[in-house]
């Protein structure tokens, strides 16, 4: 009897050291995005890879799976920011060297955002107010 109970408290641990996720959720919209209707979005390609983990525990990329996400992304961004009346363009892939280092000057951008998430830097607390700066605009 023993070993039975021990052996399904191993294999729920074993069962339960198998999920990987992150999950974020804001905490706070610091952006009134209804007091500014004139502004459009651009909505770039998001930065996302889904994979499958496999029973060995190595996780495998999976294209379909993201593709598809990255088109429910962009089309729950649209949808969300079409219900406050602000438009959304999707922006074309870069092939401009001065827009690939904008693409990568966002990038830097929202590490430092999620960097901050996770460890604030004080004189920032919890104030989401980062840009790209004025040359971004264009």
């Known amino acids: 009897m023993i070993k039975n109970v021990l ?4 294999l729920c641990a074993l069962l339960g050291a198998c ?3 992150s999950h974020q959720v804001a905490t ?3 952006i009134n995005w209804t007091a500014e209707r004139s502004k459009r979005v651009v909505v ?3 930065d ?3 994979s499958e983990l496999t029973a060995g525990g190595v996780t495998e990329a999976r294209a379909d799976w993201t593709a598809a996400a990255r088109g429910f992304i962009k089309a729950d961004i649209a949808g969300t920011l079409a219900k406050k009346t602000i438009d ?3 922006a074309d892939p870069p092939t401009d060297p001065h827009e690939v280092q904008l ?8 590490n430092a955002i999620l960097i901050n998430s996770i460890v604030p830097l004080p004189t920032k607390g919890k104030n989401l107010d980062w840009t790209l700066g004025p040359g971004v605009s264009v």
């Not at 693409?103 to 929202?110: D, E, F, N, R």
């Open 19 to 21: 999920t990987v996720t």
């Open 44 to 46: 770039m390609d998001p």
């Open 28 to 30: 706070e919209a610091p």
């Open 103 to 110: 693409v990568k000057l966002h990038s830097a951008v929202g």
């Open 88 to 90: 959304t363009v999707v």
């Open 48 to 50: 996302v890879e889904l």
């Open 7 to 10: 052996g399904v408290v191993a």
